[in-house]
Protein backbone atom coordinates (compact mmCIF):
# COMPACT_ATOMS: atom_id res chain seq x y z
CA UNK A 1 0.00 0.00 0.00
CA UNK A 2 1.36 3.57 -0.85
CA UNK A 3 0.06 6.46 0.92
CA UNK A 4 1.27 9.74 -0.31
CA UNK A 5 1.22 12.64 1.59
CA UNK A 6 2.54 15.85 0.10
CA UNK A 7 3.58 19.27 2.36
CA UNK A 8 5.62 22.55 2.28
CA UNK A 9 3.47 24.40 -0.55
CA UNK A 10 3.02 28.12 0.42
CA UNK A 11 2.61 31.53 -1.09
CA UNK A 12 5.63 32.94 -2.28
CA UNK A 13 7.18 35.95 -4.14
CA UNK A 14 8.55 35.43 -7.82
CA UNK A 15 12.10 34.71 -7.91
CA UNK A 16 11.68 33.04 -4.29
CA UNK A 17 12.17 29.38 -3.45
CA UNK A 18 10.08 26.53 -1.90
CA UNK A 19 10.61 22.46 -1.13
CA UNK A 20 8.10 20.52 -1.61
CA UNK A 21 8.39 17.30 0.51
CA UNK A 22 6.08 13.97 -0.19
CA UNK A 23 6.43 10.87 2.61
CA UNK A 24 5.22 7.67 1.62
CA UNK A 25 3.83 5.45 4.76
CA UNK A 26 4.12 2.38 3.03
CA UNK A 27 6.84 -0.29 2.96
CA UNK A 28 7.69 -0.58 -0.58
CA UNK A 29 8.89 3.31 -1.55
CA UNK A 30 11.99 2.29 -3.02
CA UNK A 31 10.36 0.34 -5.47
CA UNK A 32 8.72 3.25 -7.01
CA UNK A 33 9.29 5.60 -9.38
CA UNK A 34 8.36 9.19 -8.44
CA UNK A 35 6.75 12.32 -9.81
CA UNK A 36 5.42 15.52 -9.64
CA UNK A 37 2.69 16.59 -11.24
CA UNK A 38 1.30 20.39 -11.12
CA UNK A 39 -2.08 21.43 -12.51
CA UNK A 40 -3.28 25.16 -12.45
CA UNK A 41 -6.95 26.43 -12.63
CA UNK A 42 -8.75 25.76 -16.12
CA UNK A 43 -5.39 23.97 -17.25
CA UNK A 44 -4.52 20.03 -17.73
CA UNK A 45 -2.48 18.53 -15.29
CA UNK A 46 1.25 18.66 -16.22
CA UNK A 47 4.13 15.85 -15.21
CA UNK A 48 6.89 18.25 -13.98
CA UNK A 49 9.43 16.05 -12.98
CA UNK A 50 10.07 12.61 -12.26
CA UNK A 51 12.87 10.10 -10.99
CA UNK A 52 13.64 6.74 -10.69
CA UNK A 53 13.63 3.76 -7.80
CA UNK A 54 17.46 4.60 -7.06
CA UNK A 55 17.41 8.40 -7.96
CA UNK A 56 20.12 7.89 -10.69
CA UNK A 57 17.60 9.07 -13.64
CA UNK A 58 15.33 11.82 -13.80
CA UNK A 59 12.70 13.82 -16.39
CA UNK A 60 11.89 16.91 -16.13
CA UNK A 61 9.35 19.21 -17.89
CA UNK A 62 11.25 22.12 -20.06
CA UNK A 63 9.05 24.86 -18.41
CA UNK A 64 10.87 23.76 -15.06
CA UNK A 65 14.23 22.73 -16.24
CA UNK A 66 17.21 24.31 -14.91
CA UNK A 67 14.96 25.31 -12.07
CA UNK A 68 13.53 22.79 -10.40
CA UNK A 69 15.47 19.93 -8.98
CA UNK A 70 13.89 16.40 -7.74
CA UNK A 71 15.42 14.16 -5.51
CA UNK A 72 14.41 11.10 -2.73
CA UNK A 73 15.72 9.56 -0.23
CA UNK A 74 14.97 6.09 0.00
CA UNK A 75 15.70 5.75 3.58
CA UNK A 76 13.19 8.25 4.81
CA UNK A 77 10.24 6.83 2.14
CA UNK A 78 10.04 10.46 0.93
CA UNK A 79 10.68 12.51 -2.71
CA UNK A 80 11.37 16.06 -2.97
CA UNK A 81 11.21 19.23 -5.42
CA UNK A 82 13.43 21.66 -4.73
CA UNK A 83 11.74 24.87 -6.72
CA UNK A 84 13.66 27.97 -7.59
CA UNK A 85 13.34 30.85 -9.48
CA UNK A 86 9.80 30.79 -9.28
CA UNK A 87 7.62 32.71 -11.45
CA UNK A 88 3.62 33.17 -11.39
CA UNK A 89 3.51 31.01 -14.27
CA UNK A 90 4.33 28.12 -11.56
CA UNK A 91 1.44 28.73 -9.84
CA UNK A 92 -1.15 25.40 -9.23
CA UNK A 93 -1.58 22.46 -6.96
CA UNK A 94 1.35 20.39 -6.44
CA UNK A 95 1.19 16.49 -6.38
CA UNK A 96 2.95 13.57 -5.84
CA UNK A 97 2.29 10.32 -7.54
CA UNK A 98 4.13 6.88 -7.66
CA UNK A 99 3.74 4.45 -10.22
CA UNK A 100 5.38 0.49 -10.80
CA UNK A 101 6.29 1.87 -14.54
CA UNK A 102 9.97 2.82 -15.03
CA UNK A 103 11.07 7.41 -14.53
CA UNK A 104 9.60 7.91 -18.74
CA UNK A 105 6.41 6.85 -17.75
CA UNK A 106 3.30 9.11 -17.51
CA UNK A 107 1.34 6.66 -16.07
CA UNK A 108 0.78 6.70 -12.09
CA UNK A 109 -1.20 4.60 -9.67
CA UNK A 110 -1.12 6.58 -6.56
CA UNK A 111 -1.47 9.83 -6.07
CA UNK A 112 -0.88 12.43 -2.64
CA UNK A 113 -3.97 15.22 -2.06
CA UNK A 114 -2.22 18.19 -3.61
CA UNK A 115 -0.64 21.31 -2.27
CA UNK A 116 -0.90 24.46 -3.17
CA UNK A 117 1.68 26.68 -4.65
CA UNK A 118 1.39 30.19 -5.43
CA UNK A 119 3.70 32.82 -6.58
CA UNK A 120 3.10 36.59 -6.95
CA UNK A 121 4.44 38.96 -9.39
Known amino acids: QVLLVESGGGLVQAGGSLRLSCADS????????MGWFRQAPGKERECVAT????????YYADSVKGRFTISRDNAENTVYLQMNSLKPEDTAVYYC??????????????WGQGTQVTVSS
Open 97 to 110: AATANDYRSRSYDY
Open 26 to 33: GRTFSAYT
Open 51 to 58: ISRGGRST
